[in-house]
């Protein structure tokens, strides 16, 4: 095994050293400092290992203040290390630091290039008519997400013990199929689930992210996955077009809107959007919906469910989307797993000029993160920040710009709504007909996972589901 490793290390090297100098350029004089120069590069990653993130993070903050640069090798990483920082991020427009450039670029491998192909007015028209498709049918879907929840948690209940990341990963795929695309689409729930989950594995593998558009690989594979789905939305699109009034789904409702200037919206609009919204739909749904479950089936977190069930039966049950305004308990147990967690590694945006924030300069061309690690343990805001406290989150005790799972600004999430009535409708259910129990200790964040998603569990985690 170490002459394997020592060969592949000889090959691989050379490759890396022509790729860094290919695609890394110079930070211009002025810039913020790099924390991690020349052989550091290599020293940053076993420093974050021995010390842990948030501990390393902090010590780099210490040592070269509010704003540095993380080397990423083929890439430069300019770091705002302050809750102000998350502020001033979010405040600035496109043309200062970009969404759709950064976000284009790194989900070109999973969802394809939508930016190159459309114009920046264009993507914003799409953005609110997929926005509108999935609004105009919030009480057929809230009836789909509460049917689908509890037939799910019934065969939960059925077992001995559950894989809850495998489970809940299925459940909420399937809803967001079942509302999508409708009762003809969830019949393939398990081959749309199957490619929607290789989309994100093949996509975010490094060779993918360096060449996006490489026709063989994991980003061949992925071109590949979504010519397949082109081939299965199809037929369904033809039919919402014939028969319009006879489906209640995202695909009918954007298959039949039309662009400002009264076109209908073009075939290929649609099998691409629709890629992307069921990307976007499922990764933090599912992230957050694990990490609450976790923390409510924690028998010493347990007493915390009194106060959501309590707001559930005064409304008097899941009556109807408008009730879930009032279930306020579980926004605040929302808000505080996933700050324990700090699942989110940050926000990013591409920058377009070269800026200021605090007398640091931010370079053009770099890529510029948010650090929730840090502000999310940051004891002047969060006392006792290692406890978990949903409490904490009673308005107004926390200022709004610190924690934003749904992002803001111009760019917040046009599915945020979706995204709390699918989690709000499947806890309530949960926790109001069964009894939960965590099997084993309360799982860490694994934030050394080789995956850049959002932050999972450092272990299988396994519930036991019990009919109340």
């Given at each position: 095994?170490?002459?394997?490793?020592?060969?592949?290390?000889?090959?691989v090297?050379?490759?890396?050293?022509?790729?860094?100098?290919?695609?890394?350029?110079?930070?211009?004089?002025g810039?913020?400092?790099?924390?991690?120069?020349?052989?550091?590069?290599f020293?940053f990653?076993?420093?974050?290992?021995?010390?842990?993130?948030?501990?390393?993070?902090r010590?780099?903050?210490?040592?070269?203040?509010d704003?540095?640069?993380?080397?990423?090798?083929?890439?430069?990483?300019?770091?705002?290390?302050?809750?102000?920082?998350?502020?001033?991020?979010?405040?600035?427009?496109?043309?200062?630091?970009?969404?759709?450039?950064?976000?284009?670029?790194?989900?070109?491998?999973?969802?394809?290039?939508l930016?190159?192909k459309?114009?920046?007015?264009?993507?914003?028209?799409?953005?609110?008519?997929l926005?509108?498709?999935?609004?105009?049918?919030?009480?057929?879907?809230?009836?789909?997400?509460?049917?689908?929840s509890?037939?799910?948690?019934?065969?939960?209940?059925?077992?001995d013990?559950?894989?809850?990341?495998?489970?809940?990963?299925?459940?909420i795929?399937?809803?967001?199929?079942?509302?999508f695309v409708?009762?003809?689409?969830y019949?393939?729930?398990?081959?749309?689930?199957?490619?929607?989950?290789?989309?994100?594995?093949?996509?975010?593998t490094?060779?993918?992210?360096?060449?996006?558009?490489?026709?063989?690989?994991?980003?061949?594979?992925?071109?590949?996955?979504?010519?397949?789905?082109?081939?299965?939305?199809?037929?369904m699109?033809?039919?919402?077009?014939?028969?319009?009034?006879?489906?209640r789904?995202?695909?009918?409702?954007?298959v039949?809107?039309?662009?400002?200037?009264?076109?209908?919206?073009?075939?290929?609009?649609?099998?691409?959007?629709?890629?992307?919204?069921?990307?976007?739909?499922?990764?933090?749904?599912?992230?957050?919906?694990?990490?609450?479950?976790?923390?409510m089936a924690y028998?010493?977190?347990?007493?915390?469910?009194?106060?959501?069930?309590?707001?559930?039966?005064?409304?008097?049950?899941?009556?109807?989307?408008?009730?879930?305004?009032?279930l306020?308990?579980?926004?605040?147990?929302?808000?505080?797993?996933?700050?324990?967690?700090s699942?989110?590694?940050?926000?990013?945006?591409?920058t377009?000029?070269?800026?200021?924030?605090?007398?640091?300069?931010?370079p053009?061309?770099?890529?510029?993160?948010?650090?929730?690690?840090?502000?999310?343990?940051?004891?002047?805001?969060?006392?006792?920040?290692?406890?978990?406290?949903?409490e904490?989150?009673?308005?107004?005790n926390?200022?709004?710009?610190?924690l934003?799972p749904?992002?803001?600004?111009?760019?917040?999430?046009?599915?945020?709504?979706?995204?709390?009535?699918?989690?709000?409708?499947?806890?309530?259910?949960?926790?109001?007909?069964?009894?939960?129990?965590?099997?084993?200790?309360?799982?860490?964040?694994?934030?050394y996972?080789?995956?850049?998603?959002?932050?999972?569990?450092?272990r299988?985690?396994?519930?036991?589901?019990?009919?109340?």
């Amino acid at each position: 095994m170490f002459v394997l490793t020592t060969i592949l290390t000889i090959a691989v090297l050379p490759i890396l050293a022509f790729i860094y100098f290919w695609k890394a350029k110079p930070l211009p004089e002025g810039s913020p400092p790099i924390i991690n120069p020349g052989l550091k590069f290599f020293s940053f990653f076993t420093d974050v290992v021995k010390l842990g993130p948030e501990a390393y993070f902090r010590k780099m903050q210490e040592e070269h203040g509010d704003v540095f640069v993380v080397d990423l090798f083929f890439v430069k990483l300019v770091v705002l290390a302050t809750i102000e920082g998350q502020k001033f991020f979010y405040k600035q427009p496109d043309t200062i630091f970009s969404f759709p450039d950064l976000v284009n670029r790194q989900l070109e491998p999973v969802i394809g290039d939508l930016n190159k192909k459309r114009s920046h007015e264009r993507d914003q028209e799409m953005t609110l008519i997929l926005k509108g498709a999935i609004d105009a049918e919030r009480p057929i879907f809230f009836d789909y997400i509460k049917e689908l929840s509890e037939e799910t948690f019934n065969q939960w209940a059925q077992k001995d013990s559950i894989d809850l990341e495998e489970e809940a990963d299925k459940l909420i795929n399937y809803i967001n199929i079942r509302c999508f695309v409708g009762e003809e689409g969830y019949q393939h729930k398990e081959k749309i689930g199957k490619m929607y989950a290789d989309l994100e594995k093949n996509g975010f593998t490094f060779l993918a992210q360096l060449f996006p558009a490489l026709p063989f690989g994991p980003a061949g594979r992925n071109i590949q996955i979504r010519k397949e789905m082109a081939q299965i939305l199809k037929p369904m699109v033809e039919k919402r077009k014939a028969q319009s009034q006879e489906f209640r789904d995202y695909l009918n409702g954007i298959v039949n809107s039309r662009l400002k200037n009264g076109d209908p919206i073009p075939e290929e609009d649609i099998y691409e959007r629709s890629t992307s919204v069921f990307f976007a739909a499922r990764v933090n749904t599912y992230v957050t919906f694990l990490w609450v479950v976790i923390n409510m089936a924690y028998q010493p977190y347990a007493k915390y469910l009194k106060e959501p069930l309590q707001e559930l039966e005064d409304v008097g049950g899941l009556k109807g989307p408008d009730v879930l305004s009032s279930l306020k308990a579980w926004d605040r147990i929302r808000m505080e797993s996933i700050r324990i967690a700090s699942f989110v590694i940050g926000s990013q945006r591409w920058t377009m000029v070269d800026s200021e924030f605090e007398n640091s300069s931010i370079p053009k061309d770099t890529v510029l993160t948010t650090l929730p690690i840090l502000y999310n343990n940051d004891p002047t805001v969060f006392p006792e920040p290692k406890k978990f406290q949903p409490e904490r989150w009673t308005s107004g005790n926390v200022p709004s710009h610190v924690l934003v799972p749904f992002g803001n600004g111009q760019h917040r999430c046009k599915g945020e709504q979706f995204a709390l009535m699918v989690l709000k409708v499947c806890w309530s259910v949960l926790f109001s007909k069964f009894q939960v129990e965590l099997i084993g200790d309360l799982p860490k964040p694994d934030y050394y996972q080789l995956n850049p998603g959002p932050i999972m569990p450092d272990r299988k985690v396994r519930i036991r589901v019990t009919k109340k």
